[in-house]
């Protein structure tokens, strides 16, 4: 088991054992906030698409200029041998991350010529298959490409989302259900959204505004092998309110069922109870 808080860091070619400074104070990614990270997840002895998580973090450095250093096969093997000083049973948060360092002639655009590059194994248990949330409306918005690095998994829109939800947590609620610059829905402050109505699954579909997660790209593949039909598509408040389940799917939890979206109250269903046991199905069955 990791000492300390249960942190290892990989830095500099090799792990440690605790949860390591590595960034210093004029790095760019510092003070300009260059920095992107990826989620994935470490329980019941399996991490499923870990291969996917590490991908994603180098093409969200690509988005952010920052030149990606470590390929995805290499990622994956660091992965696995930092997660062989855990116990088999624990439940572990994989962030590999990069960051900016030096900055070009104008100090803004980070240089090429070098990147931060570290990964962070940090203990943190599984939700309950019980566990619920509650939803409220928000008014902050998802930004759009053209005003913000969207297509990346990037430190520097997470701000907005903790405006997100500590504007819902001050509301009594859990998270927050969130508008895009038309005002449809697009996620939640943490996480992808669906909705079932009469049987049917609906989720947002992506319009670059979000990033369309890969725990959600699974479910949409275990549930259409199921012969379940989803509709990506243009969801309104209006919709979810009229549901008769509502879910959410992120790295964290994987399926979060919500049982509360402001006034409107929905049950634990059986379709969100099947969605969850489809992905640990098929999370056991891909190891």
């Not at 992965?79 to 960051?99: C, H, N, Q, T």
């Not at 610059?181 to 992808?192: L, Q």
């Not at 008769?244 to 379709?271: A, H, I, W």
Request: hydrophobic fraction near 40%; aromatic fraction near 10%; include cysteine.
């Amino acid at each position: 088991m990791a000492v300390g808080k249960n942190i290892r860091t990989f830095f500099n070619g090799t792990w440690h054992d605790e949860d390591l400074p590595v960034m210093k104070a004029a790095d760019h990614g510092s003070w300009l906030g260059t920095t992107v990270f990826d989620g994935a997840r470490y329980f019941e002895g399996i991490s499923p698409d870990l291969d996917a998580h590490c991908a994603r973090v180098n093409r969200s450095a690509e988005a952010l200029m920052v030149q990606p250093t470590v390929s995805t096969a290499v990622m994956v093997e660091i992965v696995k041998e930092g997660l062989k000083s855990f116990a088999k049973d624990s439940a572990v948060y994989i962030r590999p991350m990069y960051w900016g360092i030096h900055g070009d002639g104008t100090a803004i655009v980070p240089s090429q010529d070098e990147t931060g590059f570290a990964i962070c194994l940090e203990e943190i248990p599984m939700a309950p298959p019980q566990a619920t949330t509650s939803l409220t409306q928000t008014k902050f918005r998802r930004p759009i490409l053209e005003s913000a690095v969207v297509n990346a998994k990037a430190g520097c829109l997470y701000p907005n989302n903790a405006r997100m939800l500590a504007e819902a947590n001050s509301k009594g609620f859990a998270n927050a259900l969130v508008a895009d610059a038309m005002g449809n829905v697009a996620e939640t402050a943490t996480a992808n959204a669906f909705m079932v109505k009469d049987d049917e699954i609906f989720t947002p579909i992506p319009n670059g505004t979000f990033l369309a997660g890969i725990t959600r790209a699974r479910h949409i593949a275990n549930m259409r092998a199921e012969g379940m039909k989803v509709h990506e598509t243009v969801l309104t408040f209006d919709d979810f309110h009229d549901a008769d389940e509502v879910f959410l799917s992120g790295n964290m939890s994987k399926v979060s069922p919500v049982t509360t979206f402001d006034e409107t109250s929905y049950q634990f269903g059986p379709v969100t109870r099947r969605i969850r046991e489809m992905y640990w199905d098929w999370a056991h069955s891909s190891a």
